[in-house]
């Protein structure tokens, strides 16, 4: 018998219907009516899933997992603001997604074992349990580094001449490699315009050399009447020049002085360097290592 409020609690977290009767009883006065009350209990609701962003969870996992010289390395709850069991239930369920990982410090070769533990941590204890591990073996390529060689020079690409004034040049043409190479040449020619003008009609002289012991040659005077030439190449066309080096530039100078008798006009010299081999026989490779244009006006 209750003499006072009391509580009606539901018995499970089912949905469920609770039906309560009650008669007040009173000494010296009749028993009342039977009340009934029906009350209904709802099913209690389960804790919500805070949800998660798969897209940006998959490019959340590929960020924070690096393996570097000490093994794997993962923070995805500290650097990706998830916990482990929902970064891995997400993982899961992303059709086709790969995680990638960064290596670092390690050298080229094979037979490189890669530990992934699955750990789920807990940010109170600051520790974690092992879910579970998976090895796979993996291979590390040497990085490829790229061919450059390149052609730079002290002058101006556009230069012009008053021979009553002026008529002498001096410059340096360097050329640089991060490879090594077995050689080079430059093919020379010259243009007025769009035809093709021999070089004794432009230069009185055009002294070139590469390097400091080599002695500074005449082109004119081999080549007066010719609109191109091969630099580097003697003229029974074996290899006049020196083996290149790996990062050890060699330098090209010009000394030209332009006839008194050039015509007036806008002249063009080309330069193309390319490769050479000179296994037993000097072999000029087709492709262009690089080229330099430069303008001549005389007035």
């Known amino acids: 018998m209750y003499k006072g409020p009391f509580i009606v609690k539901a018995l499970g ?15 010296g006065y ?8 029906v009350i209904k209990f709802k099913a209690a609701e389960k804790p919500t899933d805070p949800g998660v962003d798969k897209e940006a969870l998959a490019t959340k996992i590929a960020e924070v ?9 993962t923070e995805i709850e500290e650097q990706a603001g998830f916990p482990f069991s929902h970064i891995k239930a997400a993982a899961e369920s992303i059709d086709g997604h790969k995680s990638e990982f960064i290596v670092s410090g390690l ?34 390529k040497a990085e490829e580094s790229v061919k450059n060689f390149s052609v730079t020079k002290d002058f101006d690409s556009n230069m012009v001449f ?21 050689g080079t040449i430059a093919e020379i020619s010259l243009k007025k315009g769009d035809g093709e003008v021999n070089f004794g009609d432009l230069f009185k002289s055009l002294k070139m050399k590469t390097g400091n012991d080599e002695t500074a040659q005449d082109y004119v005077v081999y080549y007066p009447n010719a609109s191109s030439f ?4 003697y003229p029974n ?7 290149f080096v790996a990062g050890i530039s060699q330098d090209t100078t010009i000394e030209a002085e332009i006839s008194d008798e050039a015509e007036v006009g806008i002249y063009t010299f080309t330069a193309v360097f390319k490769e050479i081999t000179t296994d037993g026989t000097t072999t000029v490779l087709e492709t262009p290592l690089d080229t330099l244009v430069i303008t001549i006006e005389v007035k």
């Open 13 to 27: 977290d089912q949905e469920e219907t609770v039906t309560i009767k009650a008669i007040g009883i009173k000494s």
């Open 30 to 37: 009749s028993n009342s009516a039977v009340a009934t009350k």
């Open 65 to 73: 997992a690096e393996l570097d010289e000490e093994g794997i390395r």
């Open 107 to 140: 050298e080229a070769g094979e037979g490189y074992t890669l530990l992934i533990e699955m750990v789920e941590w807990d940010r109170t204890e600051g520790a974690g349990a092992v879910l579970g591990s998976e090895t796979t073996g993996f291979d590390v």
């Open 162 to 182: 008053d021979t009553k004034n002026l008529s002498e040049f001096k410059g340096k043409i360097t050329l640089s490699s991060n490879y090594n190479l077995q």
């Open 230 to 233: 091969n630099y580097g190449l």
């Open 237 to 243: 066309g074996t290899y006049a020049g020196d083996e």
